[in-house]
C-alpha cells in the first residue's frame, strides 16, 4: 500500500497572497495560494489584465485552479472567460444566485480548496442577489467584492441591488469576524488597499457603529450616482464569465 | 499552462468518518478521509487492531497519509509504528509537547490536512502535558482523546497530569466550540460512541454545569484509581511511536 496525499499547515503560516490593481476600473483583483504546492487561485480578474496576471502567475511559479468572481460586475469584464483560454484546465466560478454562466457554481458555507489551503463562501447580497465574500481559512482576511469598501460600500440601485440587504449582509455576515481580519475589497478609487475589520465596524459612515438599517437606506436612496458607464457591456458579458458571444 | 490541483468542498459535505472500538483496552480508533479523493488518516490506532484497520482501509479505497496519536498512551501500544511498515509514505503524528518520537511534532493551530479536508489541533493538556484535540474543518465533531470522556474525563494522577489544566482545556478549548458538535472519545467503559457537547456542558458530572475548577479538583484528588496494568510497557512504547526498540 501507498500512502495517499496531506500535509501539516504549521499554525500561523500565511497563505500566498497578492493584490494586483486595475486603473481603468479601480478594480483589485487577487491571487491566492498554497506556498508549499504554489496551487493558486485568482479572484476577481479583469480582462484587460489578462497578460499582466498571467507573468504575475508565471513569474510567481503558481499553478492557476480556479477563477473566482464574487459577483457578475457592472463596470469592468471579468478575465476568467481570457484565463480559459490560456490555461488548460482552468474553471470558472460564481454563485449559483448570480444565473450567471461559469463551469462551478457555489453557495454560501462552500469551500474553494487550492492545494492545502482554502476560502470559505459567505453570501453577502445587496450590492447584486448573488455577491459572495470569501474568508481566508485562518480568518486572516476577507475578500468582501463590492458589498462592504473601504469606508464605503457598493452601491444598491441596480442588478437586484437592495440596501436593506445589503446591511444585514455587512452586520450577519462580514462584522461577526474578528477586529483583526483584514478587509480586501473589489474596488478602491482612493488609493487604499486595506482595512481592518474593526476599524470598519466603528467607522464606516454608512455601515459603522451607531448607523441603523433605516439610517443606511436613507443614505443609499440619496447617493445620486450617475448610470456605471460599461454596465451595458460589462454585465451581459460577466454573465457569460467573460467569455464574448458567438455569432 | 496547465491547472493546478483544488476543489470544492460543498456546505454541508461530511467528512469520511468511521469509528472501531478496541475491546481489550476500550479504545476507539477513527478513520477519517476526503470522500472525493480517499486521502484519509487514522487516529490512534491500537497495535493489536492493525490487520482489521488494514483490511477497513482496503474495503473503503483509502489512501492513508497520517496515524495521528491525541497523546502517548498508557492503556495500549499505538498502532502508528506497525502501519509505517505496512504503508508506503505513511508517517506518524504526535504533539511536540509529548517529548515523543514520531515523523511530524504538531503543535496547537496547526491543520493536518487529507486531501480537501482537514482537522485543526487544539492543544487540551490535563491528561497528559502533550495531549491534542482534533477539530473537524466543519466543526461537525471534535476528537477529545483522554481529555473530556463521555460524562467524565481523562485520569490526572500521572504521567504528567495536572487536575487544574485539564479543566482549564476542557473549558476554554473544547467546551467553546457549538452544542452541536459531536465528542468522540479515545475511550468509554460503557458502551457509549459518542455525545453532544452540548449535553456534556450541561451534565457532565465533573465538569459540567455548576462544577467549579476547585471542586473538580477535589474529585480528581479522590478517586483512587488504581496504576494501569499496561503503563510500564506502553508508554515507553509510545514514546517511539510504537516503535519497538531494536537491542
Chains 1, 2 share one sequence.
Not at 72 to 82: M, N, P, Q, V, Y
Not at 93 to 108: E, L, N, Q, T, Y
Not at 169 to 179: A, G, R, W, Y
Amino acid at each position: 500500500m501507498t500512502a495517499g496525499k496531506g500535509s501539516i499547515v504549521k499554525a500561523g503560516e500565511a497563505m500566498g497572497f497578492k493584490q494586483l490593481f486595475d486603473d481603468d476600473s479601480s478594480t483589485y483583483t487577487y491571487l491566492l495560494w498554497d506556498p508549499s504546492t504554489k496551487d493558486a487561485i485568482i479572484v476577481d480578474p479583469v480582462d484587460i489584465q489578462v497578460d499582466r496576471d498571467l507573468k504575475e502567475i508565471e513569474s510567481l511559479g503558481l499553478n492557476l485552479v480556479y477563477g473566482v468572481n464574487t459577483h457578475a460586475h457592472a463596470d469592468h469584464i471579468t478575465g476568467t472567460g481570457l484565463l480559459k483560454t490560456k490555461i488548460d484546465g482552468f474553471q470558472s466560478v460564481i454563485s449559483d444566485a448570480s444565473g450567471a454562466k461559469a463551469d462551478i457554481k457555489i453557495g454560501p458555507g462552500d469551500k474553494i480548496v487550492f492545494g492545502s489551503r482554502s476560502i470559505s463562501v459567505r453570501a453577502t447580497p445587496g450590492h447584486t442577489e448573488g455577491c459572495l465574500s470569501y474568508v481566508a481559512d485562518d480568518e486572516s482576511f476577507v475578500l468582501t467584492g463590492d458589498t462592504l469598501l473601504i469606508q464605503g460600500c457598493g452601491r444598491t440601485d441596480f442588478q437586484g441591488g437592495s440596501a436593506e440587504k445589503l446591511y444585514n449582509s455587512v452586520h450577519s455576515q462580514l462584522f461577526t469576524l474578528p477586529d483583526e481580519t483584514i478587509v480586501y475589497p473589489a474596488h478602491d478609487y482612493k488609493g487604499r488597499t486595506s482595512a481592518k475589520l474593526g476599524d470598519e465596524k466603528k467607522t464606516n459612515p454608512r455601515l459603522g457603529e451607531g448607523k441603523t438599517e433605516s439610517d443606511f437606506v436613507e443614505i443609499m436612496k440619496n447617493l445620486n450616482l450617475s448610470y456605471p458607464k460599461k454596465i451595458d457591456v460589462a454585465v451581459p458579458a460577466n454573465m457569460r464569465c467573460g467569455v464574448p458571444d458567438v455569432e
